[in-house]
Nanobody, 124 residues
């Protein structure tokens, strides 16, 4: 059974950093495109970043470009999202998701499998 598990969320002060992890089980994460999304209360789920199956394509939303970095470690079957210069408006539940066409998309509906999410709170 294909499963994704996010970890690494927490409370951080503005300007701080966090690294989120997305660990996969039941499939080889390297065969798929992996996206990171977030959803704040009252907002739609927002695509942040995506990495294609062979890391040939990496995309970022304008809201996080230059602050967030996506990477993958296929040996650990894990994708990471390094977040820096965090702002209060980055507060949300962060999700990773996988899609079997192994190329990137920011569209929520094009992803097949989702993790349960991890809370990130940026506050002083």
């Amino acid at each position: 059974q294909l499963q994704l598990l996010e970890s690494g969320g927490g409370l951080v002060q503005p300007g701080g950093s966090l690294r989120l992890s997305c660990a996969a089980s039941g499939f080889t994460l390297g065969d798929l495109a992996i996206g990171w999304f977030r959803q704040a209360p009252g907002n739609e789920r927002e695509g942040l970043s995506c990495i294609s199956n062979r890391s040939g394509t990496i995309n970022y939303a304008d809201s996080v470009k230059s602050r967030f970095t996506i990477s993958r470690d296929n040996a650990k079957n894990t994708v990471y999202l390094q977040m820096s210069s965090l702002k209060p408006e980055d507060t949300a539940i962060y999700y990773c998701a996988a899609r079997r066409p192994p190329w990137c998309s920011s569209a929520v509906l094009l992803y097949d499998s989702w993790g349960q999410g991890t809370q990130v709170t940026v506050s002083s």
